[in-house]
């Protein structure tokens, strides 16, 4: 395992069309997180799941936004109707321990709305 | 309000001395206290965790320090090096919410030869 996996790298999608990112945590690691970094800022949290249940969602999750993990292990994140303002990019990253630990973070999708 | 703020955005200082970065919070209370390192177009890397009990960590040429009463962290680069520019992020990890981080907006730091 050489870490956390997201994919695509990069998405280019046209404003109101769906998009839906991976992301593969350390097999081991029961706590996956997804952050939303744009432009000279640093991540912001958008939620988190404990095993299969996602635990936590921050009031940035509007409604177009939804996201899974199914068997507790590689999760999804779907954006709906996109708009020019969900360009950002999409970090998730996992921990070992429930806190007070290293977060794990994958190399982020990209994600353009023209 | 909440906020987190790292001294400003950019840093340039001479390779060979010492680099020190700045994050001062007010209306948290963290339980712990972490930084990142960020390269361009790349994720987050963890370098250092301190807990809210304890004052100064260490490790290899890097330094952080945690003043609660302050409400700041010192994030020191001793003997740096070009290979040391990027964007340092500070985050909080508040004990109401562990494992959820809060972010800075980061320092650029450039390391020039």
């Known amino acids: 395992d050489t870490g956390v996996s997201q994919n695509p790298r990069h998405k280019i999608t046209k404003r109101g069309q769906n998009v839906t990112f991976r992301c593969d945590p350390i097999?081991?690691?029961?706590?996956l997180y997804w952050y939303r970094q744009t432009l000279g800022q640093g991540p912001e949290f958008l939620t988190y799941?404990?095993?299969?249940?996602?635990?936590?969602k921050s009031r940035l999750l509007s409604d177009r936004f939804s996201a899974e993990r199914p068997k507790g292990s590689f999760s999804t994140l779907e954006i709906q109707r996109t708009e020019q303002g969900d360009s950002a990019m999409y970090l998730c990253?996992?921990?070992?321990?429930?806190?007070?630990?290293?977060?794990?973070f994958g190399q982020g999708t990209r994600l353009t709305v023209v | 309000s909440q906020k987190i703020e790292q001294n400003s955005e950019a840093l340039n200082i001479q390779e060979g001395k010492t680099a020190t970065l700045t994050c001062n919070y007010t209306?948290?209370?963290?339980?712990?206290l972490q930084w990142y390192r960020q390269d361009p177009g790349r994720g987050p890397v963890f370098l250092l965790l301190?807990?809210?009990?304890?004052k100064e960590k260490r490790k290899e040429r890097l330094k952080v320090t945690f003043d609660t009463t302050l409400k700041q962290s010192l994030f020191h680069i001793t003997a740096s090096q070009p290979a040391d520019s990027a964007t340092y992020l500070c985050?909080?990890?508040?004990?109401?919410?562990?494992?959820?981080?809060?972010f800075g907006r980061g320092t650029q730091l450039t390391v020039w030869p």
């Open positions: 990253a996992s921990t070992l321990k429930d806190g007070n630990t290293e977060a794990f």
């Open positions: 097999s081991e690691h029961n706590r």
């Open positions: 799941f404990q095993n299969e249940a996602q635990l936590e």
């Open positions: 209306n948290y209370s963290p339980a712990y």
């Open positions: 301190i807990r809210e009990n304890e």
């Open positions: 985050a909080l990890e508040r004990g109401s919410t562990l494992g959820r981080l809060y």
